[in-house]
């Protein structure tokens, strides 16, 4: 039976750099952020990470899957200087990130990276604090979350990879070979819990800004049911899917006004 194509075999023949800056200026931190939208326009959300990220010193490179072609509109945030990667939407986030270290291979050997998406709405505060606990850590690869939900693992919304540690064998293996998965459980399983799976197994040391258990049980996504404990800890992010589908959990509704109080912005106003 022949082996499913990886994705990078797909998209990197059609990928294309669409913004005026085309290379990496010279830093030692550079952020890949996946972010998809069924059009140009980009949200308060992506913006405001582009431009929190570059306020703490941080290259960026956003890697956007889009069935729209049309160049990206950034009126409605801030300005910054990212550069753009456009990519048919294949892969997923991972995808997005396999293909923004593909295309800019130096990211690898970087001493602080970090990897994100536009599942989060926000930053709604500087991501100084943030910033500092991941450069500050002694971890290999360090997670702005870690739960025990299906086995434990960091979550892959936000990771942060030091000390060139992307530039490990059996790191680049992972992000040039990954095949491409058709269900959400074999993206989770293949992606996400393969790559905690690939760490543990290699022995990096792991670790992550907030742990499951200050606002969560066992098993449960903290992100999802342990929200407002996140925000009240500093966690400047709600996950996308709170505000559009609230009634996963009971206070979900309860969002952006929990939001309003603790930093004064409308989240639905980010999407």
């Keep these: 039976m022949a082996s499913a194509p990886s994705?990078?075999?797909?998209?990197?023949?059609?990928?294309?750099?669409?913004?005026?800056?085309?290379?990496?200026?010279?830093?030692?931190?550079?952020?890949?952020?996946?972010?998809?939208?069924?059009?140009?326009?980009?949200?308060?959300?992506l913006s405001w990470m582009v431009a929190r990220l570059e306020e703490q010193g941080y290259a960026v490179v956003v890697v956007r899957a889009s069935g729209d072609t049309a160049p990206l509109d950034w009126s409605r945030g801030p300005a910054n200087d990212a550069?753009?990667?456009?990519?048919?939407?294949?892969?997923?986030?991972?995808g997005s990130w396999a293909t923004g270290l593909a295309l800019f291979p130096e990211i690898r050997?970087?001493?602080?990276?970090?990897?994100?998406?536009?599942?989060?709405?926000?930053p709604f505060a500087s991501l100084k604090p943030m910033v500092d606990d991941f450069e500050g850590s002694y971890f290999d690869v360090w997670g702005g979350t870690w739960t025990a939900q299906y086995m434990p693992h960091?979550?892959?919304?936000?990771?942060?990879?030091?000390?060139?540690?992307?530039?490990?064998?059996?790191?680049?293996?992972?992000?040039?070979?990954?095949?491409?998965?058709?269900?959400?459980?074999?993206?989770?399983?293949?992606?996400?819990?393969?790559?905690?799976?690939?760490?543990?197994?290699?022995g990096f040391v792991t670790g992550a800004w907030f742990d499951y258990e200050l606002v969560v049980h066992y098993?449960?996504?903290?992100?999802?049911?342990?929200?407002?404990?996140?925000l009240e800890h500093g966690f400047p992010f709600v996950k996308r899917e709170l505000?559009?589908?609230?009634?996963?959990?009971?206070?979900?509704?309860?969002?952006?006004?929990?939001?309003q109080e603790l930093y004064g912005i409308d989240p639905t106003g980010w999407l």
Excluded at 23 to 40: E, F, N
């Design 109 to 122: 050997r970087k001493p602080y990276v970090i990897i994100t998406n536009d599942s989060l709405v926000g």
């Design 219 to 230: 098993t449960q996504n903290p992100t999802i049911s342990g929200w407002r404990g996140l």
């Design 83 to 94: 550069i753009v990667i456009r990519k048919p939407n294949v892969g997923y986030d991972f």
């Design 154 to 202: 960091l979550q892959s919304f936000l990771l942060g990879f030091k000390g060139g540690v992307l530039d490990d064998p059996a790191l680049r293996y992972f992000w040039q070979n990954l095949p491409e998965q058709s269900t959400k459980f074999d993206i989770i399983d293949k992606y996400e819990l393969g790559l905690s799976r690939l760490l543990y197994g290699e």
């Design 243 to 259: 505000l559009t589908n609230p009634g996963i959990v009971a206070d979900g509704p309860e969002v952006p006004a929990v939001v």
């Design 7 to 45: 994705i990078l075999e797909r998209v990197l023949p059609v990928a294309r750099i669409e913004s005026p800056r085309r290379t990496l200026p010279a830093t030692d931190r550079v952020a890949v952020v996946a972010s998809y939208g069924p059009t140009a326009e980009v949200s308060l959300s």
